[in-house]
């Protein structure tokens, strides 16, 4: 027989009837009416081809075959019930895997991590830097922040910004764009140009030129008088993105990292 074809709900009702020896009591059990125990144990006994109960002035009994596999039936329910637990640990467990860009980990990520932290002492984050593309299979993430226009093939939600914002140093810089890839006006020609948006931040602040960056990356340095709002903020189709497939997204860790993120 494959495993595949197992008869897995019929077996959940033979461990229970053949314990209480009564359909009565194992519907109860179950949650269902004893027609419905009724109707599973003779589906069993037509997959397996074998009478498993039979019915005596005494009672319900079970036949030599139904009780010949009740050992290891049962014990195969306590491994299902310890891989079962297993696989919901990772839904206790305090360590996070986030992927996330140089920049946004800096600028904005790292602080918000640390507030969180403070609240809960047994957590642990790992975090990697990633680029447009993040695989989660292979490098075993729980969250991701991707730059984009939406989350993607992956669940997601947006943390709330105000656009684009271009900053320079305080007391006007340099008129010179510091451009980074994929920032706005990426082919024109400028005189610096940087890896990323936090570099870009940081190279305004030294009055090296004029940088258009996302308002979310800037707000910090903005509040702090590192640089100051030359222009903007102007809304923008692109924007950042807590991601994750599905079955990361339901687990409660996940969830609850999310909301503590985007409060």
């Known amino acids: 027989m494959k495993r595949t074809h197992l008869p897995l709900n019929g077996l959940r009702v033979l461990d229970a009837a053949a314990r209480h020896l009564s359909f009565t009591r194992a519907a109860d059990e179950l949650a269902v009416t004893p027609a419905a125990v009724g109707q599973q144990i003779r589906a069993l006994e037509d997959t397996l081809g074998v009478v498993l109960f039979r019915r005596t002035t005494r009672g319900l009994e079970l036949t030599p075959e139904g009780e010949a596999g009740l050992e290891a039936l049962r014990t195969g329910f306590l491994q299902f019930e310890e891989a079962v637990r297993a696989m919901q640990a990772g839904q206790t467990s305090k360590s996070l895997t986030i992927a996330a860009p140089r920049d946004f980990t800096e600028k904005w990520l790292m602080p918000r991590l640390a507030e969180i932290a403070r609240a809960d002492p047994e957590l642990r984050f790992a975090i990697v830097s990633a680029d447009e593309t993040i695989d989660f299979t292979e490098a075993n993430l729980d969250l991701a922040i991707r730059w984009g226009d939406g989350p993607?093939?992956?669940?997601?939600?947006?943390?709330?910004?105000?656009?684009?914002?271009?900053?320079?140093?305080?007391?006007?810089?340099?008129?010179?764009r510091i451009s980074w890839p994929g920032c706005l006006n990426d082919e024109a020609v400028s005189l610096v140009r940087v890896g990323d948006a936090g570099l870009a931040i940081d190279a305004a602040a030294e009055g090296l030129g004029r940088a258009t960056v996302p308002e979310l990356l800037a707000a910090a340095d903005i509040a702090a008088g590192r640089v100051v709002v030359a222009s903007g903020p102007k809304p923008f189709a692109k924007g950042y993105w807590l991601i994750a497939p599905l079955p990361q997204w339901r687990q409660k860790k996940v969830r609850a990292l999310v909301e503590a993120l985007v409060a």
């Open 152 to 176: 993607g093939e992956h669940e997601g939600e947006a943390l709330e910004s105000e656009g684009m914002v271009t900053v320079e140093r305080p007391g006007g810089g340099v008129d010179t």
